[in-house]
């Protein structure tokens, strides 16, 4: 099996995912997971592992995201007060 495989060779004893899925995905993914045990009855189709990542990958993205916001507000704040302290310059007086 690669390094980024879908299926693995060991299977856990127990296992609790909770999401709600479109039943014709849920249907898909036990068709998946059928099948690979008729080729290979020590295979299993890694689901949690996908998972897994998807949620570090959002959780991620989410991090990024929060970071530019807050340099935004930052700098939108330090403009606000930057601008309320200058005096009128001679051109507009």
């Given at each position: 099996?690669?390094?980024n495989?879908v299926?693995i ?6 296992v ?13 993914a036990?068709?998946?997971?059928d099948?690979i045990?008729e ?13 897994r ?9 989410g ?6 916001l ?17 005096e ?6």
């Amino acid at each position: 099996m690669s390094k980024n495989s879908v299926f693995i060779k060991s299977r856990e004893d127990t296992v609790t995912v909770s999401a709600k899925v479109p039943r014709s995905l849920k249907l898909r993914a036990d068709k998946l997971r059928d099948s690979i045990q008729e080729i290979d009855g020590e295979l299993s189709f890694d689901l949690a592992m996908l998972i897994r990542d998807a949620v570090e990958e959002a959780v991620e993205k989410g991090e990024r995201e929060l970071a530019r916001l807050r340099k935004t507000v930052k700098e939108e704040t330090g403009a606000a007060f930057g601008s309320a302290n200058k005096e009128p310059s001679a051109e507009s007086l």
